[in-house]
Each structure stands twice: as C-alpha cells, then as structure tokens.
C-alpha cells in the first residue's frame, strides 16, 4: 500500500466525517467518533498488479448507543456505493460488507464495527 493510498482513504473517511481518526483516537474526545483501519490485498495478473481490494474497518464509539447508531448510520451512508479519485488515487467503489453492535464495559462505551471493501485502480 502506498502513503498515496493511505492519503487517500484519510481524505476519503474525513470526507465522510471529521471525528474520524486512522489506528488510535486521541484522548479526551467528545463522543462519537470512529477508528479505522485498513488491509490491502492485491490482485495479480500476467501484466502485474492490476487491481487492489482494500478492506476498511471502522469502529464506532460513544457513551449512547443511539449516538453510536447515528454516527453509523452517517458513515455507512457516506460511504456505502461510493467512488471518486482521492489524493490521485482512483476509487471504483466502496461498499459494506458487515456491521456488527457490541459493548465494551471497560470503556463504559456502546461499539458498532462496520466493514467495507474498497477496491482501487492500480
């Protein structure tokens, strides 16, 4: 994955929304925000690389689960079908694959984790 790439799936997720952070959130946030983080896979051909399936997770976090189910909402909605070119890299679509709500006691904080699959050009 290049720093291209990664540029541009931070510009693609502020975009989206600005309480996001790639790995770790700093501390003292106002709830919600989100986490994400990213896998890439790469498609091969006899030409080479030719395509690069990312695959998103985006952790959910707040104190309310129903500020927790709107940030997901906001999120899956602007994200889900999407496509554009960010930082030059060019983005075909980008799509959720799952969603799964839980509760982290030792935080005290309701979670929801969605996950996408973003495939780029090469």
Do not use: H
């Amino acid at each position: 994955m290049s720093v291209s790439t990664r540029t541009g799936i931070y510009d693609l997720m502020n975009n989206v929304e600005t309480d996001v952070y790639p790995v770790i959130a700093p501390q003292g946030l106002t709830d919600p925000y989100a986490v994400y983080s990213v896998r890439f896979e790469y498609i091969r051909t006899q030409d080479g690389i030719a395509i690069k399936d990312g695959y998103l997770t985006v952790d959910i976090y707040a104190d309310k689960y129903a500020d927790c189910g709107s940030l997901a909402d906001t999120v899956r909605d602007n994200l889900d079908n999407q496509n554009g070119t960010y930082n030059s890299e060019v983005m075909f679509v980008a799509y959720i694959t799952s969603e799964v709500d839980g509760y982290i006691p030792e935080l005290d904080k309701f979670v929801i984790t969605q996950e996408y699959v973003l495939r780029f050009e090469v």
